[in-house]
């Protein structure tokens, strides 16, 4: 099984982004996207979990994920990136479910950065 993300580089704030993380070895039935800042700890940022989606209130509004069942890929669009969306980006996977916490994920993709300049 391995996660691989895509997408990732720097954007002016108010600029947008689009992350891709392909999913290969099976299929998820959730897949979540998760954030760390330098000197922070990795924070939820939205999950597709059967068909619904959820996202971070930092986020909403703002960001949204899509899926592509025959890619077994998972999308974030990022629109009105501001400079505190800096951060690595990382997707996850677990079977199903509604988890916010970092902790209940199995498999994680390598992680790709983000940067929004002032």
């Known amino acids: 099984v391995q996660l691989v993300e895509s997408g990732g580089g720097l954007v002016q704030a108010g600029g947008s982004l689009r992350l891709s993380c392909a999913a290969s070895?099976?299929?998820?039935?959730?897949m979540g996207w998760f954030r760390q800042a330098p000197g922070k700890e990795r924070e939820f940022v939205g999950l597709?979990?059967?068909?619904?989606?959820y996202y971070a209130d930092s986020v909403k509004g703002r960001f949204t994920i899509s899926r592509d069942n025959a890619k077994n890929t998972v999308y974030l669009q990022m629109n009105s990136l501001k400079p505190e969306d800096t951060a690595v980006y990382y997707c996850?996977?677990?079977?199903?479910?509604?988890?916010?916490?970092?902790?209940?994920?199995?498999?994680w993709g390598q992680g790709t950065q983000v940067t929004v300049s002032s």
């Open positions: 597709w979990s059967g068909g619904n989606t």
């Open positions: 070895g099976r299929t998820f039935n959730a």
């Open positions: 996850a996977a677990r079977n199903y479910g509604l988890e916010f916490s970092q902790h209940e994920y199995n498999y």
